[in-house]
């Protein structure tokens, strides 16, 4: 079975500092890798997929197979970066159908 | 385009009463799934509709049930409930076919039992 694990449960930077939000899992197989965000008092939206290669907001998640993880990364932090993240993994192909499994999540405080 | 919608936002109910939450997908998409969410478990998948049949299904008890009607819309049922069963339920929908796309959530069902 799959598992994702996010290390830090709360994270606090200074706005301008880089920002880290590890994310690593267990999935024999090549899975589909997804970083969701949560804004207050919004709901839950998809920031990234692994496979889009693509930078949003400024954050950017390379996948390790190796070392097995998929960290967020942005190289300065807004106040309005501020938020819940998830990361979630899907895995490939067969019967996987629409079963996310997330991580319990990180909550990012940017200190003016 | 509209985002998922989900009805009704709130629900409180009393142990052993069942319930029916609603969602209506992103126009187009055809696969919604269903999560349950909890401070001690995080977002756990329930299940997966596409064109009206449950694809995939996760690790909960036979009172959680699903169905997904012909214009994609999804209902989902808890029968004899429990405390335990306090949460907010959320929906997402995708494009579905393959599976794999990405899902859009909703703004969850809170549900509350006394």
């Known amino acids: 079975a799959q598992r994702v694990t996010q290390p830090e449960k709360l994270l606090s930077v200074f706005k301008g500092a880089p920002v880290e939000l590890k994310c690593n899992y267990s999935?024999?197989?090549?899975?589909?890798l997804f970083w969701y965000v949560q804004y207050s008092r919004q709901r839950l939206q998809l920031l990234l997929r692994h496979i889009s290669r693509e930078s949003i907001k400024g954050f950017t998640a390379d996948l390790n197979k190796g070392e097995t993880s998929f960290h967020l990364k942005k190289p300065f932090a807004q106040e309005e970066d501020s938020a819940m993240y998830y990361c979630a993994l899907l895995p490939a192909g067969g019967t996987s159908y629409g079963k996310l499994t997330f991580g319990q999540g990180t909550i990012l405080t940017v200190h003016p | 385009k509209a985002g998922v919608t989900q009805t009704p936002r709130y629900l409180i109910k009393t142990r052993g009463q069942q319930v029916t939450l609603s969602c209506s997908p992103i126009?187009?998409?055809?696969?919604v799934s269903w999560y349950q969410q909890t401070p001690g478990q995080g977002l756990q998948f329930l299940f997966e509709?596409?064109?009206?049949?449950?694809?995939n299904k996760g690790n909960f008890p036979g009172r959680f049930s699903g169905r997904q009607f012909s214009n994609s819309r999804s209902e989902m049922n808890v029968s004899t409930l429990e405390l335990g069963d306090s949460a907010l339920y959320l929906c997402a929908s995708s494009l579905g076919a393959s599976g794999n796309q990405p899902q859009h959530f909703g703004d969850g069902t809170r549900l509350s039992i006394l």
């Open positions: 999935y024999s197989g090549s899975p589909e």
């Open positions: 509709y596409f064109s009206e049949t449950q694809r």
């Open positions: 126009s187009g998409h055809r696969s």
